[in-house]
């Protein structure tokens, strides 16, 4: 049986994208299912966890269009240690005893929304001279990345750690115990002014973002240092972490084969693309990769549709041309 489409997968900390890949590959042949191409729609660190969606046959085709789309990450900072990974992996370089109050972050925080610049990790994938940054700085060689243009679409505090043992201020004491849940303070306001050990936030990202240099960033305009704990991916593209499976899952459904069950469509990282409803004649003259006139598409990219199967990416302009065909075949 041949599968196309999307297993969108809730990753673990501790594992690689490439591993996860051969998970699923691993899934698929404990299934009996056809050998079919596999891919990932952005690669996210062992130490983070959350969303990776993987692409499964034709669905390949169009992972490109995941890795530039736009991603969400709750993430912790933890102040006063910066290691040289920028993550909990890598050895401590520098220290601060300086830690900011939750107000000061909540004011610093609109200071990194919208259009930045910054610059990567030394420990990352980008290539210098044609080698990993990752690999020369395990090396021991100095790294130097040129500073990169993203945007960070929102940037907001989830939950705020409090320093252990600091005290409020009189006029920002805790609610009592016995107060009724729905009188107590929100947290953002009982604990705005305590100093506070480290910081969880929510971020909405442009591609080529990296969440560990944000941190980075956000601690050392907060007067201190800091640097990532926790990485979850929450969503890449249109997919969310409600639509995530974990590793058991897969592995249970690839025993009793029914990993099609777990799948979603192709179409299902093409929901942002305006849909062109073809003939079958028109959708033959695309497979043999000819142009279209007198279609009326909207400008730009198009998903080509013959009923509910998926024909070619299709770019509209005078004509209609072939972006990317599908050799799919409706059952």
Do not use: C
Not at 10 to 15: I, R
Not at 53 to 76: S, V
Not at 315 to 323: K, L, Q
Not at 325 to 330: D, Q, Y
């Amino acid at each position: 049986m041949s599968v196309h489409g999307w297993l969108i997968l809730d990753k673990p900390v501790g594992l690689g994208s490439t591993q996860a890949v051969s998970a699923v590959k691993r899934a698929l042949r404990a299934g009996g299912y056809a050998k079919a191409k596999v891919g990932h729609g952005g690669t996210l660190d062992p130490l983070a966890s959350g969303v990776l969606p993987i692409a499964l046959g034709e669905a390949t085709k169009i992972t490109g269009r995941m890795l530039d789309a736009d991603k969400a990450y709750d993430f912790t900072i933890r102040f006063g240690e910066e290691t040289d990974t920028l993550d909990a992996e890598g050895p401590v370089i520098a220290t601060s005893a300086a830690r900011p109050t939750l107000a000061q972050v909540e004011a610093i925080l609109a200071r990194f929304t919208g259009p930045i610049s910054q610059i990567p990790p030394a420990y990352s994938a980008l290539k210098v001279d044609g080698k990993r940054a990752y690999d020369l700085a395990r090396a021991g060689e100095e790294v130097e990345l040129a500073s990169r243009d993203v945007v960070i679409h929102q940037l907001t505090v989830r939950h705020p750690g409090l320093v252990p043992g600091a005290t409020a201020p009189q006029a920002e004491a805790p609610a009592a115990e016995w107060m009724p849940e729905q009188a107590r303070p929100e947290p953002s306001r009982r604990f705005r002014h305590y100093g506070i050990e480290e910081v969880t936030l929510s971020a909405l990202v442009s591609k080529g973002t990296y969440i560990r240099s944000l941190a980075r960033d956000i601690a050392y305009a907060l007067g201190t240092v800091g640097h990532v704990t926790m990485l979850r991916r929450t969503k890449a593209g249109p997919f969310p972490l409600e639509s995530a499976i974990s590793l058991d899952i897969l592995d249970e459904a690839a025993k009793d084969a029914r990993l099609q069950e777990l799948l979603l469509p192709l179409t299902a990282g093409l929901v942002d693309i305006p849909v062109l409803a073809v003939s079958p004649d028109q959708a033959q003259a695309l497979r043999q990769g000819r142009r279209l006139s007198g279609s009326a598409a909207p400008p730009g990219l198009n998903l080509a549709m013959l009923g509910d199967l998926p024909i070619a990416l299709v770019e509209a302009r005078d004509d209609i041309s072939v972006v990317r065909g599908f050799n799919l075949m409706s059952e």
